[in-house]
């Protein structure tokens, strides 16, 4: 019984890492002379309280699912994708230009047509260094990172040249179709279709990683690709479906934040979102259901931050500095398992896995 | 009095002795060579005059002086130099900088390349190691990087020098030039210590060859009163210890043949499988003897598909695999029991009834349409190879990790064998296991070879080679020198001249 107390208090080593996230950010408001309670209740109360917050939470949320889902099945996989941001962008401008050049479809048709151009526009992205991983043996958090700033700037580019509205004040595209908008599903919010959908995929995924025999095959890919090329797996083309999937989820954060609620192609449309996807991946251990816990503690956490800097002082960047020690102590409990106390360790190392042998 | 002296030295580790009582000594101005097959020792008793050892017992004696050598610091201390067969230069600094790590300026912070790179072109004019003190070493070749690793011994005096297996990385012209240099350091007085399991190679260069088996000393020998024959005998020893109950069974027809398989190295250089072809039948196990690192690994994988074929054929019941993927291979009845199983037999992390069903997991009854796993199939399934195979484990749920080595090989086993394969490859599969496992594992293996199959059987274990065999082809670099027959009318002499690079044609009691 202890052994399986000792064992799940393991598992949920990423709540624990969050609380101790909190009470550390909890000091540092204190040390700046304010209070943190005062300061997490306006928080809370900012991103629950009321329909506004509410639906300000599930706005911000719908995108972090997407593209954490997509981290988290690279993770999976055995794929470190860290380019969710560039994939994002790229799935917005997807979904952009067929929202934009493809006229008459009606919003049955026209609304999965512009979400499939957003998968494949992030999916192609997330693709090159995914091919050049799984062929050329390139690192994929390098050419990640090349590929998240080419997206970025080209989306500059896009939105501020070609697509660029005449007159507009900013560097912005026209509106898209309304056909081919996501339509609000809370009266008087900007909670739109996108949330559902992220909510269907949290579920898909799951079924798909534990049902089935992709899942299995994913899991095993991640877990050791020697032993999966041995029992006749092609890394080669799982890699690059891997990859391409992956980037299509983050590209689907993008789309549904164009179809749903900026409905134009804005320069640095995002905040951010897939960059908090590797954390909240990470946090949520590539778990789908985890995913979405965790994207809701971020989307809370950036909606209830406006609350918090007018309710008691404390500024909104506090936000990151939590969201950035929930990083560092994310990244400890993934060493901690080696590095557990002697008292906790005791009965546990019975079991131990031998993992090398004499020679 | 010997220059060097090791008296008595003992060394154990856990389950095994690795130097039982070893008694050893070296002169100046000689080539002595320690000479055995991989496991016999030879680098345990030098990595204990290098002082990355300490012996359980023994004393070392230099100039018949009691020394103690508790870490590499202090063989440096007393002029011994070694180089490892895995060289420790830091490639992104120049020669220069390699060879003067770790020794003090004697100007304080400064450093002196200069002076050293002066000390070290006169080094090597002397010893005719030509290599250029500025150039970085990773853009050196692998011969010149030894090199890099022998100046940087002699620039801190050695008197002593060891050298592990020094020829592995070399090309034969290498080895020549090599040779000659060595011949240098004795005539300049230095005491040479060469470790190697090459006959050819010690022949030519020992003076003294001390060959060692088991850990133990079988004899001291001058290289004038002995040849290569004797000191093969001397390496692998005389009786067999193991023997298997094996019922004959009759050979059938012809269900893996490897027609002139050869393998490229990716650095260039020889192919690491040279144009091998054998055949198996049904009911037959080819044994596959060989020291370490001749290839045996590469052939294994190659017929398994993991490694990409530069020319030859691979038939499976008359089929040519060659250029085919592995899981067309596993389609065509091929199983294969990798040498390394927590890297590639298993996804430690996985449970045993899902390793159990790593081949075949796409297919009924343990998925629908390919897509959906049925659970509750995998689970019956681990329940019944956990019975079948007598794997110890709890429960089919339980990670693999959480298994001792002999039990992750009976999962393999299980998992290899259940599936009815035509050729089974078993690549060291008694490895690392104790005494029950290995017993298991062979009567496995017979057990396939009574039901039919054709099995490649290829271990560096001559006992279990030689017991379990058929017939036995011996690999010696990339090339099969000769197949024999196996079991009790096995020639250990012929088995152990082929295994030195002696061709089976070069003998003459050649068996057809």
């Not at chain 2, 390349?113 to 002066?118: I, S, V």
């Not at chain 2, 060595?182 to 022949?203: Q, Y």
């Not at chain 2, 596959?288 to 690192?293: I, T, Y």
Request: net charge neutral; hydrophobic share 45%.
């Amino acid at each position: 019984m202890n052994l399986n107390w000792k064992r799940t208090a393991l598992s949920l080593s990423p709540i624990w890492a969050t609380l101790v996230a909190l009470a550390l950010g909890a000091g540092l408001i204190l040390l700046a002379g304010l209070n943190p309670i005062k300061a997490y209740y306006a928080l809370f109360m900012g991103a629950f309280s009321n329909i506004y917050g509410i639906s300000s939470t599930l706005t911000k949320t719908t995108p972090l699912i997407f593209a954490s889902l997509g981290v988290a099945l690279a993770f999976k996989g055995g794929y470190f994708n860290v380019g969710a941001e560039g994939q994002l962008y790229l799935g917005g401008l997807g979904a952009t230009l067929a929202g934009l050049y493809i006229h008459g479809l009606s919003p049955l048709l026209h609304i999965p047509v512009t979400l499939t151009a957003g998968f494949v526009a992030g999916g192609i992205w997330s693709l090159i260094p995914g091919y050049l991983k799984a062929r050329h043996e390139v690192n994929e958090i390098i050419t990640c990172i090349f590929m998240y700033f080419i997206g970025l700037l080209f989306i500059e580019y896009m939105a501020s040249g070609p697509l660029f509205e005449p007159g507009a004040p900013a560097a912005m595209s026209r509106e898209i179709a309304a056909s081919a908008q996501l339509p609000i599903i809370i009266p008087n919010t900007d909670v739109h279709l996108g949330f559902l959908m992220s909510l269907a995929l949290v579920f898909i995924m799951h079924l798909v990683l534990t049902k089935t025999t992709i899942g299995y095959q994913i899991t095993a890919m991640g877990l050791n690709p020697v032993a999966s090329r041995y029992a006749g797996v092609n890394i080669v083309k799982d890699m690059c479906v891997l990859s391409f999937v992956s980037g299509g989820l983050a590209g689907l954060a993008g789309a549904s934040e164009i179809m749903g609620l900026k409905h134009r192609l804005f320069d640095a449309f995002s905040p951010g979102y897939g960059l908090d996807a590797i954390v909240i991946a990470f946090l949520a251990k590539s778990n789908p259901i985890g995913v979405m816990v965790a994207s809701l503690f971020f989307g809370a956490l950036r909606s209830g931050a406006g609350m918090m800097q007018r309710a008691a002082g404390v500024p909104t960047t506090a936000v990151l500095a939590i969201q950035g020690l929930v990083i560092l102590f994310v990244a400890i409990s993934l060493v901690l398992p080696q590095w557990r106390p002697r008292w906790f360790r005791a009965d546990m190392d019975k079991e131990t896995p031998r993992k090398k042998e004499n020679e | 009095m010997p220059f060097l002296e090791m008296k008595n030295i003992s060394k154990r580790f856990v389950d095994v002795v690795a130097n039982d009582r070893v008694c050893f000594d070296v002169e100046r101005g000689e080539v002595h060579t320690l000479l055995g097959e991989n496991g016999a020792g030879k680098s345990t008793l030098m990595n204990i005059l290098y002082g990355l050892y300490s012996p359980d017992e023994g004393e070392i004696y230099m100039e018949g002086n009691l020394v103690k050598i508790s870490s590499p610091y202090d063989a440096i201390e007393l002029h011994i130099g070694m180089i490892h067969q895995h060289f420790t230069l830091i490639p992104n600094l120049s020669v220069t900088e390699n060879i003067i790590l770790g020794l003090p300026s004697s100007s304080g912070f400064l450093l002196e390349l200069k002076k050293a790179e002066e000390n070290i072109d006169n080094i090597s004019r002397k010893y005719e190691l030509r290599v250029d003190p500025k150039s970085l070493v990773r853009q050196l070749p692998v011969g010149l990087q030894q090199r890099v690793e022998i100046l940087k011994a002699l620039y801190r005096n050695t008197d002593i020098l060891i050298l592990d297996e020094p020829t592995s990385v070399l090309t034969p012209l290498e080895v020549e030039i090599f040779f000659k240099i060595i011949r240098r350091f004795t005539e300049d007085g230095l005491a040479v210590i060469f470790i190697s399991h090459k006959l050819n190679e010690v022949m030519s260069i020992s003076d003294r060859i001390t060959v060692l088996r088991g850990g133990n000393v079988v004899g001291t020998l001058k290289k004038l009163d002995t040849d290569a024959n004797k000191l093969a005998g001397m390496m692998v020893g005389k009786e067999i210890t193991l023997s298997l109950d094996k019922p004959s069974v009759k050979k059938g027809k012809r269900l893996l043949e490897v027609r002139g398989l050869s393998v490229n190295s990716e650095k260039g250089g020889k192919p690491l499988v040279n144009n091998v072809s054998f055949d198996i039948h049904e009911g037959e196990i080819l044994g596959v003897a060989g020291v370490d690192g001749n290839g045996q690994g590469e052939l294994a994988d190659a017929i398994a598909g993991l490694q990409p074929v530069s020319k030859g054929q691979i038939l499976i019941n008359g089929m040519d695999v060659a250029h085919l993927s592995p899981r067309k291979r596993i389609e065509r009845k091929l199983g294969y029991i990798p040498s390394d199983r927590q890297r590639v037999g298993l996804i430690v992390d996985f449970s045993v009834a899902q390793n159990l069903v790593l081949k075949n997991f796409c297919d009924p009854p343990f998925s629908t349409r390919r897509l959906f796993l049925s659970h509750k199939n995998i689970t019956s399934n681990a329940d019944q190879m956990i019975k079948e195979f007598d794997i110890k484990v709890s429960h089919g749920n339980e990670k693999v990790a959480f298994l001792s080595g002999g039990n992750q090989q009976k999962v393999i086993l299980a998992r290899e064998i259940s599936g009815k394969p035509d050729v089974l490859i078993a690549m060291q599969p008694t490895r690392g296991l104790d005494v029950g496992s290995t017993r298991y594992v062979h009567q496995c293996i017979l057990q396939h070879r009574e039901q039919g199959g054709a099995t490649l059987f290829i271990s560096t274990e001559l006992d279990e080679v030689i017991a379990i065999s058929d017939r036995i082809g011996v690999m010696f670099e990339g090339e099969i020198m000769g197949i024999i027959p196996g079991g009790d009318r096995a020639d250990l002499e012929q088995i152990s001249l082929m295994m030195a690079g002696v061709r089976e044609q070069k003998t003459k009691k050649s068996v057809s």
